[in-house]
């Protein structure tokens, strides 16, 4: 796992900018983003969908959530 | 099942479908026009139900703010989603609701009654609503340039239930006070007799379509501020959706209700100094948009545990007491004595916090 985003804490539209800023700086790959609530966890779901990115898997824990993004 | 319809698009477009509805219809079973809901004008109301100003047109103890918050807090225990937490930069967020709401009553709305208004037929609210997305497109500047109030903290569950206990205690001081017919005054609340303030729908129905909306927006996520925020930032219409359909299906209700009249003067709590209403407006969507969140949204994240967000509400309700206070609100006359100038302070603020605070979070 080498790209991730650390967006816990983080309010409204946060998670999403810095998601988006990771995605344009790869391009493509595997970005495994954590986030704490479950406005971010939508957020950043539709965000890297309308960049052309998979949502592959989200995991939850008991400090939130951590969604894994993939680009072919 | 339940959990995906609301975050879908159908989710957003319902909640604004839904408040479309209720906020006419609140205005018919009483309140004031235009303000079906208002959730600037309704926490104004509240300050001066608790004498924290003396504006005597605009005292009520408004059950529909109240329903907000504890809808808002029954869906996301309902759904596992209260979180408490805090600690983003709070005295920055009382600030910041100080002066959002000083810049709303300026204008004389919040986002959403921007929206009812210009459903409702009222020509100034279009200078509002412009120097709304004025002031958020100012905001989205700062957030591309790495604005950020830090990270929040996961926090005991109290402090996530303190802003909604407030709510039951002012509902309880409306029980234990209730309105007497014609006096201003009963036990410790203020109820104002002539003016917005003494218009207003029956408690339990206000109570109920404020829970119902709270519910409703709490699982939706529904944000007038962030849907031109996002629309502007990421080219997202998700939030914006819930925006137009609050705005048509308002319209179309107010034609059924015949409570759509046009025009620019005499429009119903509303001034036609229209350079006011648009920088009233500015400062508030900056405001808003530097907060992350627009009135409504900051009272339902406040239901899910959100503290920060509760600083806000609070910031709001304070800022209300100075606009009443200093001569800062406006009136159907046109602005108050000292708005221009608090409008032109408030925006040196929020200038000068979304420049200053820029701490790196990656």
Redesign the interface.
Same mark, same amino acid.
Request: charged share 35%; with cysteine; aromatic share 0%.
């Given at each position: 796992m080498s790209d991730m @985003?650390?967006a816990?804490?983080? &309010?409204?539209?946060?998670p @999403?900018?810095?998601t988006? +800023?990771k995605i344009k700086k790869v391009k493509k790959g595997e970005i495994a983003i954590f986030v704490?609530?479950?406005?971010s966890r +939508?957020?950043v779901s539709?965000?890297a969908t &309308?960049q052309g990115w998979k949502v592959k898997g989200i995991k939850s824990d008991e400090?939130g959530y951590r969604i894994t993004i993939v680009k072919k | 099942m339940l959990r995906k319809f609301f975050a879908s698009r159908w989710g957003i477009i319902g909640t604004g479908a839904f408040i479309g509805v209720f906020a006419p219809l609140l205005q018919k079973w009483g309140n004031p026009g235009n303000m079906g809901i208002c959730v600037a004008c309704f926490e104004r109301d509240i300050a001066g139900a608790l004498g924290l100003h003396r504006a005597d047109v605009v005292q009520y103890m408004r059950p529909e703010i109240i329903g907000f918050v504890l809808g808002a807090l029954i869906a996301a225990y309902l759904f596992k989603e209260f979180r408490p937490r805090a600690g983003s930069a709070p005295i920055v967020r009382f600030v910041l609701g100080a002066f959002a709401m000083i810049g709303a009553l300026v204008f004389l709305g919040c986002p959403w009654r921007a929206m009812l208004r210009l459903a409702g037929g009222d020509g100034n609210a279009v200078f509002g609503i412009l120097g709304l997305i004025g002031g958020i497109w100012v905001g989205t500047g700062f957030l591309k340039g790495g604005y950020n109030l830090g990270r929040a903290q996961e926090t005991n569950t109290v402090v996530g239930w303190i802003l909604p206990l407030i709510m039951v205690g002012l509902l309880a001081l409306m029980l234990l006070f209730p309105q007497v017919e014609g006096q201003p005054q009963s036990g410790i609340l203020f109820y104002s007799i002539k003016g917005p303030g003494s218009l207003h729908a029956p408690l339990f129905i206000a109570l109920g379509v404020g829970l119902a909306v709270g519910i409703l927006a709490q699982r939706s996520r529904f944000c007038t501020m962030g849907a031109f925020r996002d629309l502007i930032l990421f080219r997202q219409t998700h939030l914006f959706l819930g925006v137009v359909a609050l705005v048509v299906v308002a319209f179309i209700t107010n034609l059924i209700l015949n409570q759509f009249n046009p025009g620019f003067a005499n429009q119903p709590v509303a001034h036609t100094m229209e350079i006011w209403n648009f920088g009233g407006m500015v400062l508030a969507g900056l405001a808003f948009a530097l907060a992350g969140g627009c009135p409504g949204r900051q009272l339902f994240l406040a239901g899910e545990g959100d503290g920060d967000a509760a600083i806000f509400v609070l910031g709001m309700i304070t800022g209300a007491a100075f606009a009443h206070n200093f001569g800062l609100a406006s009136s159907p006359q046109g602005v108050g004595p000292h708005g221009i100038a608090a409008v032109v302070i408030g925006l040196v603020v929020c200038l000068f916090i979304g420049f200053t605070m820029r701490k790196k979070v990656a």
């Open positions: @985003v650390d816990r804490g983080l &309010s409204c539209p946060q @999403v900018l810095l988006i +800023e704490d609530t479950d406005t +939508e957020n539709r965000a &309308s400090k | -």
